[in-house]
């Protein structure tokens, strides 16, 4: 798309709260942000992308945030773009590390970005009026020379890579810094432009490689990019968002499963995933405030809260179905009412083995954990010696945690 038809004016809103909306939303800052409301209220169109490595394979309802903004300003004409990382996933951001990322090959990472598409499009629409566009930063980061890199790096000194503070903290403790590090905030600016951008959006840790890219534009293409950077989203547990901690919602999570981890999350964060995760209005958050400060039950807020998060993402009669299931084992004490099979070969095998061979621990060091901590249970018996044997029996249940079941066969 040319500059020309870029820049053609899309239908203005007078919508004030729409507007306001998208400005504050888990917004921590735009910058500039005179410019961007300016562009908002005038209707000029604008690119506004967010990136994401695919370092792992889920979207979580952290993303999801950048996404329903992304979709907010689909709806009103602007250019979209989702930008699969998967060049610079390879390199891996240093961001709010306390050791350099394990590099991943390139097939981990097309791997993990597969279902990118399908897992988005519960938010973002790709098809129809105005979809949004799905770019990958291998497209012109590939094709970069030895001397055009040296050229990017030019525009930056040691001193201004070496002011970020987790680089301070691994010199005090005397821990690597690797010059390929030093890299990723020039090729993540790169991408800003290589696409021509108006806007990037990322979160608050992501500034410095945003700020980057606004100022490479600014000096390769004279133009001015606008960086909104939001809040982060904790982890269910109050820890970072992180699939290895086991404390994330993915958007394709099954209705159950997403009903349950709400449920289970910690109490002091209902308010930030109603605001954040529920899209819900800023009168219905001052009554749910009051009910916290009325002393209502957090339980049944938190009900609530996964009810909309669950039929925001699979409908309203997958949200009921999911609430009654969640009634039946949690409340009344009761086993799922469709429990799924897994055929064992074995007429004895280790308690181990079973836990991931049924696939309710990725590794053999993660099924050891759960059992140390008294979440695995065979026909309602905890089990917590590691080197517990199991005997086989036909329809026997195996349960790990409060959610996962699954009948032996």
């Known amino acids: 798309m040319t500059e020309k038809a870029l820049n053609k004016q899309v239908k203005p809103t007078t919508n004030t709260r729409l507007l306001q909306d998208i400005m504050s939303r888990g917004v921590s800052d735009i910058i500039p942000r005179k410019l961007f409301e300016k562009k908002l209220k005038k209707g000029e169109k604008m690119r506004i992308y967010y990136g994401v490595d695919p370092t792992g ?26 930008l699969i990382g998967d060049f610079t996933a390879r390199i891996g951001d ?32 790709f098809s129809g009026r105005n979809p949004v566009k799905i770019k990958y930063n291998s497209t012109w980061l590939d094709k970069l020379k030895f001397a055009d890199v040296i050229e990017l790096s030019a525009q930056f000194t040691v001193q201004q890579m070496m002011e970020r503070d987790m680089f301070q903290k691994r010199l005090k403790e005397a821990k690597p810094i690797y010059v390929h590090e030093f890299l990723y905030p020039i090729m993540q600016g790169y991408d800003s432009v290589a696409m021509g951008v108006d806007v990037e959006m990322g979160g608050t840790d992501q500034l410095f490689n945003m700020l980057t890219g606004r100022t490479m534009l600014l000096t390769m293409k004279q133009k001015e990019k606008i960086v909104m950077t939001f809040d982060l989203l904790a982890g269910l547990d109050g820890r970072k968002m992180s699939k290895g901690f086991g404390n994330i919602i993915g958007v394709t999570d099954e209705p159950n499963d997403m009903f349950g981890k709400v449920m289970a999350m910690q109490d002091d964060l209902i308010l930030p995933y109603f605001w954040l995760c529920a899209n819900v209005s800023k009168s219905d958050m001052e009554g749910i405030e009051y009910a916290l400060r009325k002393g209502e039950n957090p339980r049944d807020i938190k009900l609530c809260l996964a009810r909309k998060i669950v039929t925001l993402y699979h409908g309203l009669a997958s949200a009921g179905a999911a609430e009654k299931e969640f ?45 140390e901590q008294g979440g695995v249970r065979a026909d309602n018996k905890k089990i917590t010696d590691t080197k517990a044997m199991v005997k086989i029996k036909s329809g026997q249940i195996l349960q790990v945690g409060k959610r996962h079941f699954v009948k032996l066969v």
Request: a positive charge; glycine letters at 4%; zero cysteines.
């Open 94 to 125: 240093p961001t709010d590390r306390s050791a350099a990322r394990i590099a991943l090959t390139p097939q981990e990472v097309l791997a993990n970005a597969k279902t990118y598409k399908k897992q988005a499009a519960k938010i973002l629409r």
């Open 57 to 82: 394979p889920f979207i979580h309802l952290g993303h999801a945030i950048y996404l329903w903004k992304l979709r907010q300003l689909q709806e009103l004409g602007h250019e979209i773009i989702l």
């Open 327 to 371: 009634a039946q084992v949690f409340q009344k004490k009761n086993k799922p009412t469709d429990i799924p099979t897994h055929q064992v070969s074995q007429k004895t095998t280790s308690l181990i083995d079973l836990v991931v061979a049924v696939g309710f621990a990725g590794s053999k060091g993660e099924a050891r954990r759960l059992i």
